[in-house]
């Protein structure tokens, strides 16, 4: 008996194809050899990713834990120097963030994502040298520069492989990278501090020199396994662990030209042109989407820097405070796919992404107005909710933002802009937990209370403002413009 053909996709956004693209029957493969085809990415391009993001955020934010092991007297400096050094980090990959996409457009995953990661290792390697405060912070500023682009350049990746309606998972997937490494990252400090003393290094140059040799570890494994894109899939050093046929090739290449509508190859030697990098830039639709992520990642930082001393000044030793942290950390992966699986199932991107924030700015609320009146555990549940709920909107944000846009450049640069917006965020985030305001830190969850408000107010004009035109559009009143491409249909 011959196998079911693909079912085409039902909920379709305004940037899907119209019923006169060709059938998956017409286009010669069926539902399994499908499924078979994205399998292989699910076990070869999505984990690697993963694995890449993971080694940069432990990379990035062991200086928690190194703060709890006397990492600042040793050196010598005050928190206002961390504050600056993670800022000057923060700047480093903002500056660089849309060539460095740009770059891995002409380069190619395989080779660019995979020297990042060995130039980042080997940067984070070295700072067992630092030894004041200019080392300091000329280390963080170089590692900025390392890192920059690979957040959007392995989410654009991901998008050269996927289909749009399989993307919000795999995104969530990609940060649980990133969240995952903020959970495990206290729990690694637990055990690496402990061998402060051994070899004349102090626990902290145990913990960059290992964990920065564990990235370097991680950038050879995507030299010889990570494949280039669907048109390209061999890996630069190696057929790779799992190999794609001609079949599969086939498969992966044609169904996203069927999801976009155009001929697509993928983010090997693709160029953008830099009139489309202005278009995309000063398509103002889509400037909510940055403000929001700005307002709401910002509150990020301060969390991720600080969470593990502020346990500690509750009264829990150096290994108790990092094994708490990893708590919150760890439950905010799980939060994480409940919205994207809310995201998926209702396809309400834009209303999934404000039930995220809401649920985060109450859990603030809560931590400002009870923290000063509970016993030490009470206060270190409530650190614990508001880590877990920091970031459970983020993933689905990325998704959301990518659903409206229409080629795969203009995805490409949108993505950069996105991520810009996230960490220009942290880079003034950094700021919102001072000394002077210990031990509740009342102040700066009065400005986190403040600035995911500010955030909600923008994702919520975001969807009246894709809605606003959608009517528009339907009632007649946007034409095609000037490249003959008919009005757009935004995903609210």
Avoid at 446 to 466: E, P
């Amino acid at each position: 008996m011959a196998q079911p053909s693909v079912e085409k996709d039902t909920k379709k956004s305004g940037n899907d194809v119209d019923s006169g693209t060709s059938s998956s029957v017409e286009e010669g493969w069926i539902e399994w050899d499908e499924s078979k085809a994205r399998r292989k990415v699910d076990f070869s391009v999505l984990p690697l990713l993963f694995l890449g993001l993971l080694v940069f955020q432990l990379d990035r934010m062991n200086i928690a834990s190194a703060l709890t092991g006397g990492f600042a007297e040793d050196i010598g400096v005050s928190l206002d120097t961390i504050n600056a050094g993670n800022q000057m980090m923060f700047a480093g990959i903002v500056l660089l963030e849309i060539p460095s996409n740009l770059a891995l457009q002409k380069l190619g995953p395989r080779k660019w994502i995979a020297g990042q990661v060995l130039a980042f290792g080997t940067v984070a390697s070295l700072q067992i040298f630092i030894h004041n405060k200019a080392g300091f912070l000329a280390s963080r500023l170089i590692l900025g520069f390392c890192e920059s682009g690979y957040i959007p350049g392995a989410i654009y990746t991901l998008s050269t492989w996927y289909a749009k309606r399989e993307l919000a998972k795999r995104v969530a997937i990609l940060f649980f990278g990133m969240f995952g490494a903020n959970a495990i990252s206290p729990l690694l400090a637990t055990g690496i501090l402990k061998l402060d003393g051994a070899g004349g290094l102090h626990g902290w140059q145990w913990l960059f020199l290992l964990e920065g040799l564990f990235t370097i570890v991680v950038s050879f494994i995507l030299i010889f396994f990570l494949p280039g894109s669907p048109d390209m899939p061999r890996p630069l050093l190696s057929p790779g662990l799992i190999r794609f046929d001609s079949n599969d090739r086939d498969i992966l290449q044609k169904r996203l030209e069927r999801d976009d509508n155009e001929k697509k190859g993928g983010a090997q030697g693709m160029e953008i042109p830099l009139q489309l990098v202005w278009k995309t830039v000063t398509h103002y639709r889509r400037w909510p989407h940055f403000i929001s992520t700005f307002c709401l990642f910002s509150t990020w930082s301060s969390l991720t820097t600080y969470t593990p001393s502020i346990l500690k000044a509750l009264g829990w030793d150096t290994i108790a405070a990092n094994a708490l942290a990893a708590v919150g950390a760890s439950l905010s992966l799980v939060f994480v796919f409940i919205f994207a699986y809310i995201s998926d199932k209702t396809n309400l991107r834009g209303g999934t992404v404000i039930l995220a924030q809401v649920c985060f700015l109450i859990t603030l609320i809560v931590a400002r107005e009870v923290h000063p009146h509970v016993g030490q555990w009470s206060r270190g549940a409530l650190w614990t909710a508001v880590n877990a709920l920091a970031v459970g909107y983020h993933p689905v944000h990325n998704t959301w933002l990518q659903l409206n846009c229409r080629s795969p450049g203009e995805r490409s640069i949108s993505i950069a802009m996105w991520v810009m917006s996230a960490i220009s965020g942290l880079m003034v985030g950094t700021q919102y937990y001072q000394a002077k305001d210990r031990p509740f830190y009342s102040n700066g969850l009065r400005i986190q209370i403040i600035m995911v408000s500010v955030g909600i107010v923008f994702a919520i004009l975001q969807v009246g403002i894709y809605k606003v035109h959608n009517k528009r559009v339907a009632e007649g009143k946007h034409e095609a413009d000037e490249d003959g491409q008919e009005p757009q249909i935004y995903v609210p």
